[in-house]
């Protein structure tokens, strides 16, 4: 094990036969801002599952604080309702966004990524979609319709013939 740069170690892992083991969202950070292109495809692998490190982050109030029950429960609170979580990933995408802003619009390694040849490949979202659905939605309603005008019309042909 050594100790070294987050760039210098990211250049050893794209190398091969290196691992790097660090702080989860410090890479995970890292390697968004300046290592993965607008698809987001990135040539490294990040485990799921990392290794429990004790952290503990606390306030400081003198013994006998009267808020100190109140303000211990908003927090359990805030932590159980998940809006720590969520304020969290707000700050890691902020960060990445303005990382992504102070450097080079193409990140390192992900050219190739952008064009194939002669035209861009676009990835369709549901946004360029949309129009696809409205047809075929717009159709299962005709059909229905036409379908329920047909039932009706039958019925009032047998109540009809019946009456001779």
């Known amino acids: ?16 036969k290196f691992a790097l083991i660090n702080y989860e969202k410090f890479v995970s950070i890292n390697i968004a801002s300046y290592h993965t292109d607008d698809r987001g495809r990135t040539p490294f ?7 429990s490190i004790m952290a503990a982050f606390g ?7 009267p808020f100190f029950d109140r303000f211990h429960e908003l927090v359990t609170r805030l932590e159980d309702t998940g ?8 700050v890691i995408a902020q960060r990445i966004l303005d990382n ?10 992900s050219k190739s990524y952008y064009s194939q040849g002669r035209f861009d490949q676009v990835v369709l979202g549901v946004d360029n979609l949309q129009g696809g659905f409205y047809v075929v939605f717009f159709g299962i309603g005709l059909g229905i319709v036409a379908l329920i005008l047909e039932k009706i019309s039958s019925a009032y042909m047998n109540f009809g013939g019946k009456r001779n």
């Open 1 to 16: 094990m050594k100790v070294m740069d987050i760039n210098e170690a990211l250049t050893k892992v794209l190398n091969g």
């Open 45 to 51: 692998q990040i485990s799921k599952k990392g290794i």
């Open 59 to 65: 306030f400081g109030f003198r013994k006998g604080a």
């Open 83 to 90: 809006i720590i979580k969520h304020w969290t990933e707000a």
């Open 100 to 109: 992504r802003m102070t450097t080079d619009p193409v990140p390192y390694g």
